[in-house]
């Protein structure tokens, strides 16, 4: 079974820093793009940040210049570090993991909060 936990969210204030990691287990995690979403009340999902098992890395607009994904596929993890964070980067942050031979999965979820 395949699992994704997310650690790293938390309370941060407008142009702070956090790191989000993502450890996945139950499959071979060099198969798979991993990536970040987010959701904010009321708002849809959207894609922050992707990094294929090859080695490209997207992402959104919005978060060019101040977040960065990575991965560690000794330690089977994938990491969002970002900075200069703003209220409008405030939602739930959810691991995803893509492979197209083995399915799509998703963490539950890392709460960031910024605020002053």
């Known amino acids: 079974q395949v699992q994704l936990v997310e650690s790293g969210g938390g309370l941060v204030q407008p142009g702070g820093s956090l790191r989000l990691s993502c450890e996945v287990s139950g499959s071979i995690f060099s198969d798979y793009t991993m990536g970040w979403y987010r959701q904010a009340p009321g708002k849809q999902r959207e894609l922050v940040a992707a990094?294929?098992?090859?080695?490209?890395?997207n992402s959104v607009d919005s978060v060019k210049g101040r977040f960065t994904i990575s991965r560690d596929n000794a330690k089977n993890t994938v990491y969002l570090q970002m900075s200069d964070l703003k209220p409008d980067d405030a939602a739930v942050y959810y691991c995803?993991?893509?492979?197209?031979?083995?399915?799509?999965?998703w963490g539950k979820g890392t709460l960031v909060t910024v605020s002053s």
């Open positions: 990094d294929s098992s090859g080695g490209i890395t």
């Open positions: 995803w993991a893509h492979s197209t031979l083995r399915g799509t999965y």
